[in-house]
């Protein structure tokens, strides 16, 4: 059967079969010899000078005193940042190279944007395991899996103190480009592949249309009890998936037909909608001669910078635990060779997966909120105020991301996650390692950091070179003082370092004053911040905002 089942070529070599030998296609690769093993010189030496990821996580997250300095000489963070820009995009294929539908370099991987890409192909399916060649013949029911390590018996709180806040934001967020289209299949999504803000304004020009109010450049938008809020789908003709008995008074439009699940969405829902708003007046007093169309388009691209702003400076910032200020400055790049083009990928949508950082209840001001009691109730945000609300999301903690932590109501979420990891034959855990430029784990041991569960693993899956991506993710032991394991780090980082800085407006021919509406919107991106989105909307005292409990 099929020789390359055992990924016999080294350093991202592609293998081919010829008959039922194969032979290792190391072309444009610093590496030659029959498995792609033996580096060229010039590699050789970068090898050597690499810090490796230990040492470069250790120095990043401790030595306060020495970012302290680095933070404020700005040749030096700006060298620390342009690295941190070019080795992480360096490692994601552009333009993309496969899809869940071959395992091999095809047009479709390019011209198809239907799919998500996938970074390393699926496994063949002539193998005589699901992974390959490791483990067993059948992989273990996903449900025994869920069960056996996933299911929360009691809430884990994230260690470094991170609040509700953040995997709200991270929800809100990801649901811009992570869009799988499940009626024609798990490897299917209907996103715009990147930051394109849709979570703010629909998923194409009809929802769009159905959301702006055609003056001055704004959104349609209901005021109640002073505040400014969505509208409702009685006046703002959008698909909202709420379910049929709901009151037609609590039903809001927003950017996502998922948005009116969960109060934390209509939250940033409703505060990114005041934004734009309030961006359009700033817009409107530089240029009063601007019609509506031209004050809406500009306000949407401050809002997608204001987005990677903070992303990046804030939201990044907290889950990297880096002691080194993030910089969001395109112009870093602006001496490089780089692709403005952005593919996501079906890892990236797999990892991101954070569900474990949900709590099973929320306080709000005091009133306790069971999950059950919040679904599909948004108006529970517009009961307390958006000041009382945000105040309150960022003084209560997340989850951990790790084993025994998926609250009931994510269960069939990550059961269903596991299984279309196997339709769509994603590589072993171990593979993703290699391929990300991490060593694989030796033994399941080195993988969980303890014995117990450990043991249970291997029972499941016989070897360590058989777990899946998924799990290993879930499983994988945190570092001191991190939110997430090394691979959730190195194989994630890629994925959104590139999806953020290949944003249009972060290329030479947008990235300017005119393109935001001149100086006082270009301002208004970079001196964007999570704190500043909630404070700029909300009248009087500002309340806490933070990714970090107290
Ligand atoms: C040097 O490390 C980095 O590049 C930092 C900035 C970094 C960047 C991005 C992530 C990240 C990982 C997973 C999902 C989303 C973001 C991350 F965990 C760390």
């Known amino acids: 059967n099929n020789p390359c089942c055992s990924y016999p070529c080294e350093n991202n070599g592609v293998c081919m079969t010829k008959g039922d030998s194969y032979s290792c296609d190391c072309a444009n690769l610093d590496f030659h010899g029959k498995h792609c093993e033996i580096p060229t010189f010039t590699k050789k030496i970068k090898l050597f000078l690499k810090p490796n990821f ?42 993309p190279t496969y899809t869940s539908e071959h395992e091999y370099i095809t047009k479709e991987a390019y011209f198809n944007y239907s799919v998500y890409t996938r970074t390393l192909p699926p496994v063949p399916k002539d193998c005589p395991t699901p992974m390959g060649v490791w483990g067993k013949k ?8 869920v069960k056996a390590f996933f299911v929360r018996k009691e809430f884990l709180p994230e260690p470094i103190g991170t609040s509700v806040l953040f995997p709200y934001f991270a929800q809100h967020f990801t649901h811009m480009f992570f869009k799988t289209d499940l009626k024609k299949g798990p490897q299917f999504q209907w996103g715009g592949h990147g930051v394109d803000a849709s979570n703010v304004y629909g998923k194409d020009r009809d929802s769009e249309n159905n959301l702006r109010s055609f003056k001055d450049g704004k959104l349609k938008s209901q005021m109640i009890n002073g505040e400014e809020w969505p509208p409702l789908t009685s006046d703002a003709q959008v698909p909202m998936g709420y379910p049929k008995g709901m009151e037609k008074s609590q039903q809001y439009a927003m950017g996502h037909s998922f948005f009116g699940l969960l109060p934390g969405l209509f939250m940033y829902g409703a505060v990114w909608l005041r934004e734009h708003n309030r961006v359009c007046d700033i817009l409107k007093a530089e240029h009063p ?13 401050v809002i997608i910078g204001e987005t990677i702003q903070i992303v990046i400076v804030d939201y990044v910032k907290h889950l990297s635990n880096y002691n080194f200020d993030l910089i969001f400055n395109p112009e870093l790049l602006f001496d490089e060779q780089f692709q403005y083009q952005n593919r996501i990928a ?13 709590p099973d209840e929320f306080n709000i001001t005091g009133t306790i909120y069971a999950l059950k009691d919040f679904m599909f109730h948004p108006e529970i945000v517009v009961k307390h105020g958006l000041s009382d609300f945000v105040d309150s999301l ?12 998926h609250g009931p109501y994510t269960v069939p979420v990550v059961a269903e996650l596991i299984k279309h990891g196997r339709t769509l034959r994603l590589q072993s855990f171990n593979q993703y390692r290699k391929r990300f430029d991490m060593k694989p784990y030796k033994s399941f041991e080195a ?71 001149g100086e006082v919107g270009f301002n208004i991106v970079k001196s964007s911040s999570i704190r500043k ?10 309340p806490l905002v933070s990714f970090r409990v107290p």
């Open 54 to 95: 230990e040492t470069l996580h250790n120095l990043l997250t401790s030595y306060k005193w020495l970012w302290n300095i680095v933070n404020k000489v700005p040749f030096l963070s700006n060298y620390v940042m342009k690295k941190v820009y070019t080795i992480r995009s360096d490692m994601i294929d552009s333009p």
């Open 138 to 145: 059948e992989l273990p029911p996903a449900e025994d899996i």
């Open 289 to 301: 001669e601007w019609d509506d169309e031209r004050l809406y388009q500009t306000a949407k691209l």
């Open 346 to 358: 079906l890892e990236f949508n797999h990892l991101y997966h954070w569900h474990p950082l949900m």
């Open 394 to 405: 960022s003084k209560q903690r997340a989850g951990m991301f790790g084993p025994h932590n």
């Open 447 to 517: 993988l969980t950091g303890e014995k117990k569960m450990a043991k249970q693993l291997e029972n499941f899956y016989g070897d360590i070179d058989a777990v899946e991506f998924y799990v290993g993710l879930i499983m994988e032991k945190r570092r001191a003082n991190s939110v997430f394991g090394d691979s959730m780090v190195q194989i994630g980082a890629p994925y959104s370092v590139k999806g953020l800085m290949a944003n249009p407006i972060c290329s030479p021919k947008y990235w300017k004053p005119s393109t935001f509406g």
């Open 533 to 542: 989105l909630f404070c700029d909307n909300i009248k009087g005292k500002c």
